[in-house]
T-cell receptor, first 113, second 112 residues
Framework: DVKVTQSSRYLVKRTGEKVFLECVQDMDHENMFWYRQDPGLGLRLIYFSYDVKMKEKGDIPEGYSVSREKKERFSLILESASTNQTSMYLC????????????FGPGTRLTVT | QKEVEQNSGPLSVPEGAIASLNCTYSDRVSQSFFWYRQYSGKSPELIMSIYSNGDKEDGRFTAQLNKASQYVSLLIRDSQPSDSATYLCAVNRYNQGGKLIFGQGTELSVKP
């Protein structure tokens, strides 16, 4: 079974703090993704990576950065957390092809106060 | 026009009935199609993937793909209250590598 784990299920941070969300997958997938999910807005792609040390912006990268130093680990960084970054953050990993199936971690519900 | 469209629902069906969930997509070069189930407060779980025109069956689930009509559906036979969830349709386009485009999801409620 594919296993994607995220460092925290719930996180509360203060405005202006630097926040690290970590994601680890055990399936040797090349692709890893960070999404956020908000009511009424659906899943929105923040950043993704097709390889170690490689990153590409998704649809809403502003206010976020990422790091992929090892194949199995993909970190999302909020440089200076703001209240509008309160959300559910979902990490996914997936195959390069041809199937492109993605598998999600359990999610981190982040609250910024 | 949204790239992937689903009726938001809620779709309500009685226990034991067939639930039919529909999804349309705008880009003809889409090549891979997925259905995810998401329970409230949980993360999406992949339940079906389909790549060729026609039907694909897995237990009580059947995915149907019609590329000419740009339409993919999910049928759930013998619906159970435990099937109550939001179902997300996702599409991979030929030139987008591993990126998926997700619909907004259809909420399904199965009444005992």
């Amino acid at each position: 079974d594919v296993k994607v784990t995220q460092s925290s299920r719930y996180l509360v941070k203060r405005t202006g703090e630097k926040v690290f969300l970590e994601c680890v997958q055990d399936m040797d997938h090349e692709n890893m993704f960070w999404y956020r999910q908000d009511p009424g807005l659906g899943l929105r792609l923040i950043y993704f990576s097709y390889d170690v040390k490689m990153k590409e912006k998704g649809d809403i990268p502003e206010g976020y950065s990422v790091s992929r130093e090892k194949k199995e680990r993909f970190s999302l960084i909020l440089e200076s957390a703001s209240t509008n970054q309160t959300s559910m953050y979902l990490c996914a990993s997936g195959e390069q092809g041809p199937s492109y199936e993605q598998y999600f971690g359990p999610g981190t519900r982040l609250t910024v106060t | 026009q949204k790239e992937v469209e689903q009726n938001s629902g809620p779709l309500s069906v009685p226990e034991g009935a067939i639930a039919s969930l529909n999804c349309t997509y705008s880009d003809r070069v889409s090549q891979s199609f997925f259905w995810y189930r998401q329970y409230s407060g949980k993360s999406p779980e992949l339940i079906m993937s389909i790549y060729s025109n026609g039907d694909k069956e897995d237990g009580r689930f059947t995915a149907q793909l019609n590329k000419a009509s740009q339409y993919v559906s999910l049928l759930i036979r013998d619906s159970q209250p435990s099937d109550s969830a939001t179902y997300l349709c996702a599409v991979n386009r030929y030139n987008q590598g591993g990126k998926l485009i997700f619909g907004q999801g259809t909420e399904l409620s199965v009444k005992p």
